[in-house]
């Protein structure tokens, strides 16, 4: 497609749950980013990609997290062992990945932990 | 590290107002600048940017100038309509060229 597509759109799970997001970026956009937006918050950067490595994953919140980049285009978003602060809206962003290129966002997973 | 604050919310403005809303940063080294909008139900739309001191990016009927002395890079646009609701965000992306840093963001709402 034209832009960036995250699946599931929503995603309700109870706690404990491990659970799985998806980004597919822009076809060519080497560089890929996921970010977190919880309830009256701005966006938080949790990792970054260039090409199939992970050279920042310093916003990580806890080892419950984990990301996987593979063929330099999808990436899969783990979370472990949910918890209820896990709720958020996760957005995946890509872009050319040389300097300036603006990032493009997809429309983001509202994930809800009961 | 790099931070950017952005006037709370709401703002609630008539059709044909002038708009503002103020943004300012904290970064090493010479950031580059950008105004992200998201419409009701739809994801985060790159606005306008601003890449060294004194540019000015512009979309849309926004204006934003890249104020190095004050840090700043606030948004106008002089005549607002009922389509420009939205929520608005702030952000940074420093020397690493890489994450963005968002300001928490402002919902506009333009009544007719």
């Known amino acids: 497609g034209a832009g960036v597509s995250q699946s599931p759109s929503n995603k309700v799970t109870e706690k404990g749950k491990d659970v799985e997001l998806r980004c597919d970026p822009i076809?060519?956009?080497?560089?890929l980013y996921w970010y977190r937006q919880r309830l009256g918050q701005g966006l938080e950067f949790l990792i970054y990609?260039?090409?199939?490595?992970?050279?920042?994953k310093s916003g990580l919140p806890s080892d419950r997290f984990s990301a996987e980049r593979t063929g330099e285009s999808v990436s899969t978003l783990t979370i472990q062992r949910t918890q209820q602060e896990d709720s958020a809206v996760y957005l995946c962003?890509?872009?050319?990945?040389?300097?300036?290129?603006?990032?493009?966002f997809g429309d983001g997973t509202r994930l809800s932990i009961l | 590290g790099n931070s950017v604050t952005q006037m709370e919310g709401p703002v609630t403005l008539s059709e044909e107002a002038f708009l503002t809303i103020n943004c300012t940063y904290t970064?090493?080294?010479?950031?580059?600048l950008f105004w992200y909008v998201q419409y009701p139900g739809e994801g985060l739309q790159l606005l306008l940017k601003?890449?060294?001191?004194?540019d000015k990016g512009s979309n849309k009927g926004f204006e934003a100038t890249y104020r190095k002395e004050t840090t700043s890079f606030h948004l106008e646009k002089g005549s607002v309509q009922v389509s420009d609701s939205a929520v608005y965000f702030c952000?940074?992306?420093?020397?690493?060229?890489?994450?963005?840093?968002f300001g928490k963001g402002t919902l506009l709402t333009v009544n007719p």
């Open positions: 952000a940074l992306r420093g020397g690493s060229n890489y994450k963005l840093t």
């Open positions: 962003a890509s872009s050319l990945g040389t300097d300036n290129q603006p990032q493009h």
């Open positions: 990609f260039q090409g199939n490595s992970a050279p920042d």
């Open positions: 601003a890449t060294k001191a004194d």
């Open positions: 076809s060519g956009h080497t560089a």
């Open positions: 970064a090493t080294g010479y950031p580059s």
